[in-house]
Nanobody
Framework: QVQLVESGGGLVQPGGSLRLSCAAS????????VGWYRQAPGTQREWIAR???????NYADSVQGRFTISRDNAKNTVYLQMNSLKPEDTAVYYC?????????????WGQGTQVTVSS
């Protein structure tokens, strides 16, 4: 089974930055497309970013221009650099494997990492 562990969340003021990590065990992560998702209280989980096995990226409109997804295959890790954070970015952030060519997750969901943007 592929295990993905999210980390890097925390409390940040509006306009600040955080970098989240999605570290894999049990597989070579580079062979998968990987997505980042978030879920705020009272909402459904929202897809926000995707990176393919070849490094192509896609973003939801809500984070376009502010967030950057990347991967370091040598470290078996996918990252989400979050800049210009807003209070509405507050959520639990998750990563997961994606069905090829889609933004649909098919792996199990981990605990996620909490991001809180507040002054």
């Amino acid at each position: 089974q592929v295990q993905l562990v999210e980390s890097g969340g925390g409390l940040v003021q509006p306009g600040g930055s955080l970098r989240l990590s999605c570290a894999a065990s049990g597989t070579i992560l580079s062979i998968y497309a990987v997505g980042w998702y978030r879920q705020a209280p009272g909402t459904q989980r929202e897809w926000i970013a995707r990176i393919t096995s070849s490094g192509q990226t896609n973003y939801a409109d809500s984070v376009q221009g502010r967030f950057t997804i990347s991967r370091d295959n040598a470290k078996n890790t996918v990252y989400l650099q979050m800049n210009s954070l807003k209070p509405e970015d507050t959520a639990v952030y998750y990563c997961n494997k994606l069905v090829a060519g889609t933004a649909y997750a098919y792996g199990s969901w981990g605990q996620g990492t909490q991001v809180t943007v507040s002054s």
